[in-house]
Every structure is written in structure tokens, then in C-alpha cells.
């Protein structure tokens, strides 16, 4: 096991709703990131915090936003939700000193469905 | 922007077989991390590669990074049915952003 866990494990929402995903990371790391996972497909970078501030974003729009807060655990928001953002939301921490991002540790994932 | 390609996208093998997955990405990669994800699973990291041209081993696992740093692969000796999954390469990208690769399914038949 990895040490970082997210909750809820599954959630079921409508279109037009808003979600809040959450992640706890490793103890000791500074970064966070999410990724996008749809059904076959490879992980989405949709952004990363580091030091509780956006530091890097994928081709994902203004309503996926995010937080990561002082003990480094993270939330990812995603408001006017639609039928494509059903997938696997996965949180991943590493710990950054300089440079880029290494090993990052997985947590096992939210799997979003929107009706 | 930058796209990160595999080859094969599914590969079956006879158990002791062995097998390899091809990277390559359309920008130059300051370092090149691969994972393993199983079915149901999330993806697990294998090891990172920063070096042009370099190579590191893990028992049966063959890490590559290539001269250009924009290609990679990952070659499997005698594989074993605890090999089955999806292999994904993975780098950085300008702007803090991180692509997967399209990933490489594995199944290995006993």
C-alpha cells in the first residue's frame, strides 16, 4: 500500500451537479496531483499542487479546480458536471524538492459516474 | 501539445515469453518514469530514467531511455503471469504538466 487514500471510493451524480473528490497523501510529501482516468485510457494530468499552489495544469477547463491544504492532504472539485467526466479520478503525491516531479505515489482512485 | 505514443497497444504472450513496449514522445523528456497498473488497480511506479542512453534492470524488467531522450521501452524477460497489466511511460512536460503514455496491455497466458 501506498499510503495515500482517497475518498468516496465510488459516487454517483447527475449532470449539472457538483463534486468534491478527496486525497490524503504519503506523510512527508509536498505534492499533489490528479489525473483523469477514463474506461481503456491512459491517466490525465489535470493539475498538480505544490505547497498548497496550483503549480501545473493539463488541457482540463476552469471547472475542475482543486486545493491542497497545509497537511498536504488535497480536494479536486469539479462543477456543471457532464457525461464525459465519468471516469477514475486518481490522486497521486511525491515528494518535490527541485525540478521535476519523481516517483509519485498513487492513491486507489474515485470512480466517478454522471448520469 | 505533446503526445506520448506506445506500441503495441495489446500484446499477448505464452507464459516465458518475452516482451517489450515501445515508447516515444513528440517533445524531448528530462526523465522518462514508467508504472504498472493492474486490472481494478491504480497505476504503481516501476522506475525512473534520466540519463541519455540509459539502461537499468530490475530482475527480469530492462529499462531504457534512449540517446534523444524521446524514446524509451521496457522489455520483460520469461514472462511470468504476475506480469499482467498495463505498462504506461510517463514524463514531464514544459509548464509542471505530465503526460502518460497510451499504455500497453499485457496478458500472459499459462
Known amino acids: 500500500e501506498t499510503g495515500v487514500t482517497q475518498s468516496p471510493t465510488h459516487l454517483i451524480k447527475t449532470r449539472g451537479q457538483q463534486v468534491t473528490l478527496r486525497c490524503s497523501s504519503q506523510s512527508g510529501h509536498n505534492t499533489v496531483s490528479w489525473y483523469q482516468q477514463a474506461l481503456g485510457q491512459g491517466p490525465q494530468f489535470i493539475f498538480q499542487y505544490y505547497r498548497e499552489e496550483e503549480n501545473g495544469r493539463g488541457n482540463f477547463p476552469p471547472r475542475f479546480s482543486g486545493l491542497q491544504f497545509p497537511n498536504y492532504s488535497s480536494e479536486l472539485n469539479v462543477n456543471a458536471l457532464e457525461l464525459d467526466d465519468s471516469a477514475l479520478y486518481l490522486c497521486?503525491?511525491?515528494?518535490?524538492?527541485?525540478?521535476?516531479?519523481?516517483?509519485?505515489?498513487f492513491g486507489p482512485g474515485t470512480r466517478l459516474t454522471v448520469l | 501539445g505533446q503526445q506520448v505514443m506506445q506500441i503495441p497497444q495489446y500484446q499477448h504472450v505464452q507464459e516465458g515469453e518475452d516482451f517489450t513496449t515501445y515508447c516515444n514522445s513528440s517533445?524531448?523528456?528530462?526523465?522518462i518514469q514508467w508504472y504498472k497498473q493492474r486490472p481494478g488497480g491504480h497505476p504503481v511506479f516501476l522506475i525512473q530514467l534520466v540519463k541519455s542512453g540509459e539502461v537499468k534492470k530490475q530482475k527480469r524488467l530492462t529499462f531504457q531511455f534512449g540517446e534523444a531522450k524521446k524514446n524509451s521501452s521496457l522489455h520483460i524477460t520469461a514472462t511470468q503471469t504476475t506480469d499482467v497489466g498495463t505498462y504506461f511511460c510517463?514524463?514531464?512536460?514544459?509548464?509542471?504538466?505530465?503526460?502518460f503514455g497510451t499504455g500497453t496491455s499485457l496478458t500472459v497466458i499459462p
Open positions: 497521486a503525491s511525491s515528494f518535490r524538492f527541485t525540478g521535476d516531479l519523481n516517483e509519485q505515489f
Open positions: 510517463a514524463g514531464p512536460s514544459t509548464g509542471n504538466q505530465f503526460y
Open positions: 517533445t524531448t523528456l528530462s526523465n
